[in-house]
């Protein structure tokens, strides 16, 4: 028989195709399930404290969370659910080491990820991010405002670059146990207070000019992530 003629019986199969249009149908709601428990996985810690929940089962519960969480989003579930299934004995012998190794590589991630992109974004031969975020909302841009994004887009790399350093600096040079500000929501804290400071300031700074709404810089970045 030649290659040309045989056709899987398991691929191309009603029962097969039935499966995969099945499994299409509650894509979406597997990834919803997955945010809330990415969500949950925030929260987690917090209550395990204030209910003076043991340690080990509470890092059992926020990897859970975590690895579900990933796997939903994802949909590799062959490669996130041993993951998680191999933290699970580490957590319960050693949770509080394991719950300081899962926040410090979160906030690694969160952090080098946008930082990367918006230095490489001021590398020669390419357009500063925030320049070309604001050229997609705007149909042209005056020459202040490229030179006020430019330098926007500058603040932001140090900012997060900064950020990544602060609990190594703070470890070295601060108080006591002030290197895990960062970590426990100073930074995200700290970033909120810099966007809305940022934002009445552009407004002074830049005049005559359509600004655009937080809303639509919100969706705008959204739909470039």
Not at 1 to 6: C, L, P, Q, V
Not at 131 to 157: E, N, V
């Amino acid at each position: 028989m030649s290659d040309e003629k045989f056709v899987s019986p398991v691929s191309h199969s009603p029962a097969h195709a039935k499966r995969a249009k099945g499994f299409l149908a509650i894509t979406p709601l597997l990834r919803k399930a997955g945010l809330a428990l990415l969500v949950c996985s925030f929260i987690v810690p917090r209550l395990g404290t204030l209910c003076g929940l043991p340690p080990h089962y509470t890092t059992l519960t926020l990897l859970f969370c975590q690895g579900g969480g990933v796997t939903l989003l994802t949909q590799k579930f062959r490669l996130w659910v041993p993951i998680t299934a191999a933290t699970l004995l580490p957590a319960w012998y050693w949770p509080t080491t394991l719950r300081l190794i899962d926040v410090c590589g979160l906030y690694t991630l969160a952090l080098t990820t946008p930082a990367w992109v918006f230095i490489c974004s001021l590398l020669p031969k390419k357009e500063a991010l925030i320049t070309k975020f604001a050229r997609q909302i705007h149909d042209g841009l005056r020459p202040d405002i490229m030179r006020y994004t430019y330098c926007l887009t500058w603040f932001w790399s140090l900012f997060f670059v900064l950020a990544l350093l602060a609990p190594l600096i703070l470890w070295q040079y601060g108080p006591h146990g002030a290197w895990q500000w960062p970590l426990n929501g100073g930074t995200f804290a700290l970033a909120v207070i810099c966007g809305v400071l940022e934002y009445g300031l552009r407004r002074l700074v830049i005049r005559n000019f359509k600004h655009a709404s937080l809303r639509t810089s919100i969706d705008l970045f959204r739909k470039q992530a």
